[in-house]
C-alpha cells in the first residue's frame, strides 16, 4: 500500500512539474518605437507551452497609464502579458483594445478588467466575441487542458458603433478600423502620430495567413490597400516579426492579390476547381513562408468557394 501511495505521488508531482514545465514561453517586449512595444509570439500552434500566445500584442506607455492592444486567450496568458509589461513600466494598464474576435485576442479580458482596466472594443468586434465565446473557450481547454483554470470570457463592454472609431488617452490617438477579414468583427489599430499599424490578423508574416471557413479574401485584399494607402512605418502584425510595408506588400498583400485576381476570377469564370488549385499549387514566391505545405491548398479552395458564390 505504501508504494502504491509512493508511486501515486510521484506521479502526481511529475504531473504537476510537466504542466508548469512545458509553459516556458514568456513574452518579452520589443521597441517598436518611442512608447510603442510589440509582444511578438511564436509563429506555431495555441499550446500548454505558450498558453495560447501564438500571436502577436502590444502596448502604448501613456502619462495616463498602459493602452494595451489585445489581452491573450487566458488567464495566464494575460498574466505573462502583464508581467512584459512590467519589465518596461509601472503604469497600471489602463485600456485594453481588442482587435479582434479570435480567442487569443480577448479570452484575457477578464483578468485586467479585474484590475481596473477598460476593455474596449468595435461593437461587431464585441458581438462575435459573444457569440463564439463558449466555442472558444471549449477549445483552448483542448490546447491548454488545466492551465484554463480561472479563465472567464468577457467580451468587451465598452462597445464603439460604427466601422471607424477614434480614441484619445494620454496625448495618443488610436484608430480603429473595421478589417472583416480573417475574422468576423476584426479591426486594426493606427497610432497616426507614431504610423504604427497594429493589424490584427489581416497581415501575417514569416507564415502563411489562413483562410478559415468564415473569412473573407475580399475583404483582406480591400483592407490591405487601405492599410497600404496609410504607408505605415512599421506594422505589428497578427503574426510574424515587426516589419515594414515592403515586407507585409510581399507576404500578405501580394497573396491577397493571388487569391482575388487569379483563383477568384477563375472561379468566376467558371473554370473547373481541382484545375484552378492544380495549375497554381507551387508559388515559389510563398513557398518560403510557414505553414505554406498545410494551408495553401485548403486557402484556393476557400478562396474559389467565395468568389464562385459572387
Not at 13 to 22: D, H, I, Q
Not at 37 to 43: F, R
Not at 199 to 204: N, Q
Not at 268 to 281: G, I, N, S
Amino acid at each position: 500500500m505504501l508504494k502504491r501511495f509512493v508511486l501515486l505521488a510521484l506521479a502526481a508531482v511529475a504531473g504537476f512539474t510537466l504542466m508548469n514545465a512545458r509553459a516556458d514561453f514568456q513574452p518579452r517586449a520589443e521597441q517598436v518605437v518611442d512608447n510603442v512595444y510589440a509582444l511578438v509570439g511564436p509563429l506555431g500552434q495555441r499550446s500548454a507551452d505558450n498558453d495560447g500566445l501564438n500571436a502577436n500584442f502590444g502596448f502604448v506607455v501613456t502619462p495616463q497609464g498602459v493602452i494595451l492592444i489585445d489581452s491573450g486567450a487566458s488567464l495566464l496568458g494575460a498574466k505573462k502579458i502583464e508581467a512584459a509589461i512590467r519589465k518596461v513600466t509601472q503604469q497600471p494598464v489602463r485600456w485594453v483594445v481588442n482587435t479582434g474576435s479570435q480567442d487569443h485576442r480577448w479570452l484575457g479580458n477578464d483578468y485586467f478588467a479585474g484590475k481596473g482596466a477598460e476593455v474596449i472594443a468595435l461593437a461587431r468586434t464585441a458581438a462575435t466575441q459573444a457569440e463564439y465565446a463558449t466555442q472558444h473557450m471549449e477549445g483552448m481547454k483542448r490546447f491548454l487542458g488545466e492551465r484554463m483554470q480561472g479563465t472567464q470570457p468577457l467580451p468587451a463592454p465598452k462597445t464603439l458603433a460604427g466601422d471607424l472609431a477614434t480614441l484619445e488617452l494620454g496625448g495618443e490617438t488610436l484608430e480603429l478600423a473595421y478589417t472583416n477579414a480573417h475574422f468576423p468583427g476584426d479591426a486594426w489599430v493606427w497610432l497616426p502620430k507614431q504610423r504604427v499599424m497594429f493589424s490584427g490578423d489581416l497581415v501575417y508574416v514569416d507564415r502563411l495567413l489562413g483562410v478559415l471557413p468564415w473569412s473573407s479574401v475580399k475583404n483582406g485584399q480591400q483592407a490591405f490597400h487601405a492599410l497600404a494607402a496609410l504607408k505605415p512605418a512599421r506594422i505589428v502584425p497578427g503574426h510574424g516579426r515587426v516589419c515594414d510595408l515592403a515586407q507585409a506588400q510581399r507576404e500578405t498583400g501580394d497573396y491577397y492579390d493571388f487569391l482575388a485576381e487569379k483563383v477568384g476570377a477563375a472561379a468566376q469564370e467558371m473554370e473547373p476547381m481541382d484545375a484552378t488549385l492544380d495549375r497554381y499549387a507551387d508559388l515559389p514566391e510563398f513557398r518560403h513562408l510557414e505553414n505554406y505545405g498545410d494551408l495553401h491548398r485548403a486557402n484556393m479552395n476557400r478562396a474559389f468557394t467565395e468568389f464562385e458564390s459572387q
